[in-house]
């Protein structure tokens, strides 16, 4: 697979970008407490999911004091619609007791005590530290995973190896964007089963090569898309002088 050069990358972000001009979070939240909680909850879950159940919940429990307060049955109840509800409350009563003994019931701002409370990853950090704390980072997620070896940007075995060549890979400008950018691509364009190729505004610049849109639209949004010639620029030798005979 071919790779993709610092400028196509960067062409690759400005249109994504310009789709969605505010990216954000799907899940709602209160607090940095409350966006940990709701990032927990969506482990094998959906943020539609996670959203019908946690507004009744952070109504009463917005702090790890309160949700330490409700009990592990309580919030078991409460969030019994989510996939693994009770290792998920068991999480979330023992990551609220961690955040009141360790860090004065607050949220770190720091990957490293992030990743030692409960139910946390790798991935559950990054998006804590870029949606409360607004840190560059990537959270790469199945959607994420899915676009970065797809497309071609960044391909990578691994959660890890992804997140690393897609953050070599982002505009400075843009990478604290870049992780909803590349989330939301992948969730309702770059699908898992059937990619929606003729709506893609990346498509041309995409080297998956089992494309659900005929070549000439791709080309013809690609044009439309495209503000300037996406070949690499050539470096101008001046002419060479011809030797004048004696």
């Given at each position: 697979?071919?790779?993709?050069?610092?400028?196509?990358?960067?062409?690759?972000?400005?249109?994504?970008?310009?789709?969605?001009?505010?990216?954000?979070?799907?899940?709602?939240?209160?607090?940095?407490?409350?966006?940990?909680?709701?990032?927990?909850?969506?482990?094998?879950?959906?943020?539609?999911?996670?959203?019908?159940?946690?507004?009744?919940?952070?109504?009463?429990?917005?702090?790890?004091?309160?949700?330490?307060?409700?009990?592990?049955?309580?919030?078991?109840?409460?969030?019994?619609?989510?996939?693994?509800?009770?290792?998920?409350?068991?999480?979330?009563?023992a990551l609220s007791q961690m955040l009141i003994e360790q860090h004065g019931g607050t949220v770190p701002q720091d990957r490293e005590a992030?990743?030692?409370?409960?139910?946390?990853?790798?991935?559950?950090?990054?998006?804590?530290?870029?949606?409360?704390?607004?840190?560059?980072?990537?959270?790469?997620?199945?959607?994420?995973?899915?676009?970065?070896?797809?497309?071609?940007?960044?391909?990578?075995?691994?959660?890890?190896?992804?997140?690393?060549?897609?953050?070599?890979?982002?505009?400075?400008?843009?990478?604290?964007?870049?992780h909803h950018w590349l989330i939301l691509h992948g969730r309702y364009t770059c699908k898992a089963r059937k990619p929606d190729c003729p709506?893609?505004?990346?498509?041309?610049?995409?080297?998956?090569?089992?494309?659900?849109?005929?070549?000439?639209?791709?080309?013809?949004?690609?044009?439309?898309?495209?503000?300037?010639?996406?070949?690499?620029?050539?470096?101008?030798?001046?002419?060479?002088?011809?030797?004048?005979?004696?």
């Amino acid at each position: 697979m071919r790779s993709f050069s610092k400028r196509q990358a960067a062409e690759f972000y400005r249109r994504l970008a310009a789709t969605r001009p505010i990216p954000q979070t799907e899940l709602e939240f209160i607090n940095p407490f409350t966006l940990l909680v709701a990032v927990v909850l969506s482990a094998q879950a959906t943020d539609i999911g996670v959203n019908k159940a946690t507004p009744a919940l952070f109504a009463i429990a917005d702090t790890p004091a309160q949700m330490l307060a409700l009990g592990e049955e309580r919030v078991a109840q409460m969030i019994r619609t989510i996939g693994l509800y009770r290792t998920k409350a068991r999480n979330i009563i023992a990551l609220s007791q961690m955040l009141i003994e360790q860090h004065g019931g607050t949220v770190p701002q720091d990957r490293e005590a992030l990743e030692k409370l409960p139910g946390v990853g790798r991935k559950t950090a990054n998006v804590v530290l870029n949606v409360a704390f607004g840190e560059p980072t990537i959270a790469v997620d199945t959607h994420i995973f899915r676009v970065g070896n797809r497309s071609g940007i960044a391909p990578g075995k691994n959660p890890l190896e992804v997140e690393r060549g897609l953050e070599a890979m982002v505009p400075k400008k843009l990478k604290g964007g870049a992780h909803h950018w590349l989330i939301l691509h992948g969730r309702y364009t770059c699908k898992a089963r059937k990619p929606d190729c003729p709506v893609c505004v990346v498509a041309d610049l995409c080297r998956y090569g089992a494309k659900t849109a005929p070549a000439e639209m791709i080309a013809a949004r690609a044009e439309a898309a495209t503000p300037a010639p996406l070949a690499e620029p050539r470096v101008s030798r001046p002419p060479a002088r011809r030797a004048r005979r004696r």
